[in-house]
């Protein structure tokens, strides 16, 4: 019994070792997404550097044609995503060139495809 307690215990903490770095995800901000291709500019407030920074998708598809970083210290980063993201489903990660930056805003080209039914939800997450 004392095996398989211990065991168990072990299984568990393994889990939550895993789960660690998931957590260190912030989201930094969300967009609404409209049902024509759109360009959006959004804003990240604050003084906070980043790595790496995902975008994820709620609600409905989005086709991402393109999304542009543009840095505090005037630098930008090109990200050439060119796909559909389901509802539910993230992009890559993003390493961003430089290490840890300031992000001013995030430019993207995309469009939800769920034709006309709903809305899609685009929130970004750094870390």
């Not at 959006?40 to 906070?48: A, S, T």
């Not at 796909?83 to 930056?101: M, P």
């Amino acid at each position: 019994m004392k095996t398989l307690l211990a065991t168990a215990f072990a299984a568990a903490l393994s889990t939550l070792t895993l789960a660690g770095p998931a957590l260190a995800w912030d989201e930094v901000a969300t967009r609404e997404v409209t049902d024509r291709y759109d360009v959006d500019v959004v804003n990240l407030p604050g003084n906070r550097t980043f790595a790496r920074v995902k975008v994820c998708v709620y609600g409905n598809p989005v086709h991402f044609y393109d999304f542009d970083i543009f840095f505090r210290n005037g630098g930008h980063q090109d990200v050439p995503v060119r796909s559909r993201i389901n509802a539910g489903e993230c992009t890559r990660v993003i390493d961003l060139k430089g290490g840890r930056r300031n992000i001013d805003r995030i430019k993207f080209k995309y469009e939800e495809t769920s034709w006309f039914i709903g809305r899609a939800t685009v929130r970004i997450f750094a870390e």
